[in-house]
């Protein structure tokens, strides 16, 4: 029985984890989100300075809070706060860095710069 029980917490945990990641999921509707946008990212720094046309970020949304790791190299960006200005575009709070990103189901933009480091994406789903 005990068995049977957490088998069916896992097919429920993972209908739920299919579902957050669908590719009609849009971030700005929803608490919970995970999806991979691919296209050209880049970052530098005072010692790097990363480019790649063919690059992926893998987002993830709890609550408010952002996580975007990219591919190639490129350090993380974790733990972003934003604020929703309209229905796909949010902003940045607090003084955790600055910069605009905009997210929709089908698309991911990124300009945003945190203690001298800077990330950008221009990246689709």
């Known amino acids: 029985m005990k068995s049977m029980l957490k088998l069916l917490g896992v097919l429920l945990f993972a209908a739920f984890v299919v579902t957050a990641c669908s590719k009609?999921?849009?971030?700005a509707d929803v608490d919970v989100?995970?999806?991979?946008?691919?296209?050209?990212?880049?970052?530098t720094d005072a010692e790097k300075?990363?480019?790649q046309d063919n690059g992926s970020v893998f987002v993830t949304k709890v609550g408010a809070k952002y996580n975007f790791r990219f591919s190639d190299g490129i350090p993380d960006l974790?733990?972003?706060?934003?604020?929703?200005?309209d229905d796909n575009t949010?902003?940045?709070?607090?003084?955790?860095g600055t910069g605009?990103?905009?997210?929709?189901k089908d698309?991911?933009?990124?300009?945003?710069?945190?203690?001298g480091r800077n990330w950008s994406a221009d990246c689709g789903r």
Not at 24 to 27: E, F, K, L, Q, S
Not at 33 to 43: E, Q, S
Not at 108 to 115: A, K, P
């Open 33 to 43: 989100f995970a999806g991979t946008f691919r296209g050209k990212i880049g970052y």
């Open 24 to 27: 009609d999921t849009d971030p």
């Open 49 to 51: 300075n990363i480019s």
């Open 78 to 85: 974790t733990g972003v706060e934003f604020q929703q200005k």
């Open 107 to 115: 698309k991911l933009v990124i300009g945003f710069s945190r203690n």
């Open 90 to 96: 949010l902003v940045s709070v607090g003084s955790d």
């Open 100 to 104: 605009l990103i905009t997210i929709n």
